[in-house]
């Protein structure tokens, strides 16, 4: 028995190795850094332990407008793209003619290229002197005015980031949910029918609890992904991210690193620690609640 023991624990050693030096040793510098009052690039040295560094990043005006701009994209874009694709995945469900062209042109988007999807959006977003965009000719075709959603306002900046977070992240969660919804045991829905349930009751009673381990999963994965955005605003917006306006947390951290302000290890240190507890109580809340409403 020690002999298998001990020839599992072989097996298992190159993962707690790769783990340990590309995650628990990063992990453990990152804290030391963010800890690290004046610290010196070049000479490796500072001057002493505190919290200066947190004190300094939550008095940026650069990370209080990150902090703003990812709060804002999570609130919105998890749940909106949660309840859309669930809305999606039941449209192919109860279709069966073209189900898997339909999924597959679902599932495009995932595996094209992300600064490719934000050129487009640019393109169909951004007024230019040739032409005001496909979504501004809707809009002055309805009668509004042209809105510049790339250099214009923050509400329509926002927006379009929204938009575009909402569209990369759809295909994965629709491939979740048809899966999920493909497992549901059909005869829970014979046994309703023959007892005169309506469709809306079924949903509520009997899909929505069986896939809501699989909600309960993009749920949260969403909010982890939601929290560690930077390509989406640096395919839209350009990598000048601070005088858009448009930054995120994990822009901030890059920034303070290799951006024009950067060499600041210890600010982007602390930067990354606060995201940890934030992504980690958020979680947390998340596991909570889920023990509660999910049924597994």
Known sequence: MEKKSLKGWLYLLPA??????????????????????????????????GFANFEHVLKDPYFVQALKNTLILVA????????????????????????KLFQTVYFLP??????????????????????????????????????????GPYWAKMFVLCFYTIWVVLPFKILILT??????????????????????????RITLPMISPMISYLVITGFIGAFKAYSDSVALFGTNLNVAG?????????????????GY????????????????????INLVVSKKHVHY
Do not use: H
């Open 16 to 49: 707690f190795l790769f783990l340990g030096v590309f995650m628990v040793y990063p992990l453990i510098d990152v804290f030391i850094y963010a800890f690290e009052e004046n610290f010196n690039f070049v000479t490796q040295q500072s001057t002493g332990i």
């Open 76 to 99: 919105i874009t998890v749940p909106l793209s949660t309840a859309i694709a669930l809305v999606i995945s039941l449209g192919l469900s109860s279709i069966k003619w073209l189900r």
């Open 110 to 151: 995932y595996v094209t290229n992300t600064l490719a999807v934000g050129l487009v959006f640019m393109i169909l977003f951004k007024p230019t002197e040739y032409t005001d965009g496909m979504v501004n000719l809707l809009i002055n075709l309805f009668g509004g005015q042209t809105v510049d959603f790339i250099e």
């Open 179 to 204: 899966g999920a919804l493909a497992s549901v045991n059909q005869t829970y829905y014979d046994a309703a029918r023959v007892d005169g349930t309506s469709k809306g009751r079924m949903f509520w």
């Open 246 to 262: 448009m930054n995120t947390i994990v822009g901030y951290v890059y920034d303070m690193l290799y951006g024009a302000s950067g």
């Open 265 to 284: 290890p210890s600010y982007a240190s602390a930067a990354a620690v606060i995201l940890f507890f934030i992504v980690l109580t958020i979680t947390c």
